[in-house]
């Protein structure tokens, strides 16, 4: 049994996804957390799928995306069945492409994002805490002091700062005396994750059966003819909780039209769907992340992404402020920017699961004979194509109305607050191609300028980083040439200006600027941002 130390900078309590990402991410800025959960180890189910390519881009920047790719099956579109007739397919093949370098949503599930994340620990010395529980959590100015519960007894801890990452029963949050307001879906659901026998899915694609009888989902998984198999379950069958999966079958077979085989059943649930939201993600000296602070339907697979981007989010600012080397108003920044995504996301996930599940008369006559042909033919827009795809991939959520963001520039293109644009870049010094992302691979800040500097100028931007900032503003410039006119064309530089960018940790800009002013630069550093 790890023997758990009296003091920690920073609980984490809970050890899925989002905990895990929030320790990871701590760990990148050198600090040590201590993180506890009370399973006995991590979730050896699938549950979530889909990773968005936002959050491959954070596994790109921990170095650790070549083995979620190899592990992982990027889905190729989605097909929409009504009575086991194909009435829409939406291709979803590089619809992306050149907004990321990774223009796909990618089938890898939660269990296999636990173990990565768990390896990443592993080998920077953190473990997990396991069998362990929170069951009290006191708050003072100065920090936390809690009571865990484990085989070996209680243990009291005492804290700078705690995250909650323990799901939609957050113990955090109810001694946080935080509510979770939303409400229960009226449906009972069915989850498989099996091997199928052959049957008339396209493959590759997620594959949606609409009928009189019910609605059935067929997600492609990563080991061959291995599905993930979704619907509601039967008004017959009701709300046991004793449900066999032979139960099932004969309900699903109207639905698609054909005969379901299994040939290995991997998991069987069923379940119900929540939308909730709890009204603060800050009390004091406690956070809250991922599903502990929203919860909502599993459409367009984003759950599980939401609650990676809330711990990359809060971990470089919480880490900043743990260093001493940020003020800690910088940590109300958190909520203020991912509590209006988590409500744009609740309201978005219910109203197209309405839609879905609705029973309606009318609603289903819709469906039948308008819903896929307007699909068909919206999809053949390319702007509407780019547009569904950066809105479920996540890379358009921006923090524009953030205070810790600074736009000076007369440009709106690209504002303060936008995700840094995934761009190819021709390194002029090293002679070699990269891009924008690769520049900002390490922890910290990053300057980038645009534009003809001389190179004594460039020394004394340099000399200043070095003297006032070290270790936490990285240094980029990019001169004009032929190689690299999509980049001056994003940010809207003609070869005689110039532009200056600070782009965060979490690869947002956080200043942007028409001229490259030092005394700008530093002025948004430490008065904005609060560097100490």
């Known amino acids: ?137 006191t708050q003072k100015t100065d920090g936390a002091d809690v009571i865990l519960q484990n085989a070996d007894g209680e243990h009291k801890l005492s804290c700078d700062w705690v995250v909650g990452a323990d799901g939609a029963h957050s113990v955090v949050r109810k001694q946080s005396g935080l509510n979770f307001n939303g409400d229960t879906y009226a449906h009972y659901f069915y989850l498989i994750d099996a091997k199928l026998d052959t049957i008339a899915l396209t493959e590759d694609y997620m594959n949606m059966y609409f009928s009189k009888d019910g609605f059935a989902a067929f997600f492609p998984m990563p080991e061959e003819e291995s599905y993930r198999v979704l619907g509601n379950l039967p008004a017959a069958i009701g709300d046991r909780e004793d449900v066999q999966i032979e139960e099932i079958i004969p309900y699903i077979d109207p639905i698609i039209r054909s005969k379901l085989k299994i040939i290995h059943n991997n998991w069987f649930t069923t379940y119900k769907l929540h939308h909730r939201m709890a009204d603060q993600f800050r009390v004091q000296r406690s956070f809250l992340i991922g599903d502990a602070a929203h919860i909502h339907s599993p459409v367009g697979g984003q759950g599980m992404n939401t609650g990676l981007q809330d711990a990359y989010n809060l971990a470089w600012k919480l880490a900043g402020v743990v260093n001493g080397q940020l003020k800690s108003d910088i940590l109300d920044s958190y909520a203020h920017e991912r509590m209006p995504v988590a409500k744009a996301l609740l309201k978005t996930t219910d109203r197209v699961f309405n839609i879905v599940m609705s029973g309606n008369f009318f609603m289903g006559l819709l469906k039948k004979w308008f819903l896929f042909r307007l699909l068909n033919r919206l999809w053949k827009s390319e702007k509407i194509r780019l547009a569904f795809f950066r809105r479920v991939s996540q890379i358009d959520i921006c923090y524009t109305e953030s205070l810790i ?19 190819k870049v021709y390194d002029e010094k090293k002679h070699e191609e990269t891009d924008l ?40 410039y990019l001169p004009p040439s032929g190689k690299n006119l999509d980049v001056f064309e994003a940010f809207e530089v003609n070869p005689r200006s110039q532009k200056a960018l600070i782009v965060r940790p979490d690869m947002y800009i956080g200043y942007i600027n028409d001229v490259v002013d030092i005394t700008m630069m530093d002025n948004y550093l430490k008065n904005i941002i609060g560097v100490v």
Not at 441 to 456: A, C, N, Q, R, V
């Open 1 to 137: 049994m790890l023997i758990i130390p009296q003091h920690t900078p920073v609980l984490i309590v809970g050890a899925g996804p989002s905990g895990l990402m929030m320790a990871a991410q701590l760990l990148r800025y050198g600090v040590q957390p201590i993180i506890i959960d009370s399973k006995d180890g991590p979730t050896i189910h699938s549950k979530a799928l889909a990773v968005q390519s936002r959050s491959l881009e954070i596994y790109r920047q921990m170095g650790v995306i070549d083995k979620v790719l190899s592990n992982g099956k990027p889905s190729r579109g989605i097909v929409f069945n009504q009575d086991g007739k194909k009435e829409a397919s939406l291709s979803l093949t590089n619809v992306g492409e050149g907004q990321t370098l990774f223009p796909y949503l990618l089938m890898y599930e939660q269990s296999k994002n636990e173990r990565l994340l768990l390896d990443y620990l592993t080998q920077n010395c953190c473990p997990v805490y396991w069998n362990t529980t929170l069951t009290s959590l």
């Open 405 to 423: 963001n600074l736009h000076l520039s007369k440009d709106i293109k690209v504002r303060a607050g936008d995700r840094l644009p995934y761009l």
């Open 437 to 476: 992302h690769e520049w900002c691979s390490k922890p910290g800040f990053t300057l980038i300028i645009l534009g003809k500097f001389d190179e004594l100028y460039l020394f004394t931007v340099a000399k200043w980083i070095t003297q006032t900032y070290p270790g936490l503003l990285n240094f980029f």
